[in-house]
């Protein structure tokens, strides 16, 4: 009779575990989106003074997908360091243009991230910047300035 009694308790205890997370997931999926994302790389000074002769700037561009407290980065590029006057204006911008797929718009959120890193005679100097694309938002733009 024993027996009898524990059966709906271990019948429930294995619905509720196959009810996991994981096979919740594969059974009802969550709904993703794409989001396009571009930026534009550009100077916004002439630098002819003497000044900038030697002075230099690199960049890197991360895209970092974020979900509660779990960070993971979906694309990245290094743009080699170049002098600052060989930079373009923003008229011929280095520009670059992205789609993310699979972001759960309701979930994460995709984050710009960018650190240029200037060098003039050997005096290096980071600047770090991001932009958040907004939940919602299809799509996300960026300018930056050297």
Partial sequence: MKKIIWLPVI???????AWSKPLKEMMMPEK?????ISFAVY???????????????????SV?????SKRSIVWQRS???????EYPSLENAISQKLVINNVVDSKEQLEVVYTLTY???????????EAVISKG???GKLFINI
């Fill in 11 to 17: 019948v429930a205890a294995v619905l509720l575990a």
């Fill in 32 to 36: 993703t989106v794409s989001k396009n």
């Fill in 43 to 61: 100077k916004t000074n002439n630098y002819t003074s003497k000044v900038y002769d030697d002075a230099s700037a690199k960049l890197q561009v």
């Fill in 64 to 68: 970092v997908k974020t979900r509660g």
């Fill in 79 to 85: 743009y080699d360091a170049k002098l600052l006057k």
């Fill in 119 to 129: 060098n003039s005679k050997g005096s290096v100097m980071q600047l770090q910047d």
């Fill in 137 to 139: 938002a299809k799509d």
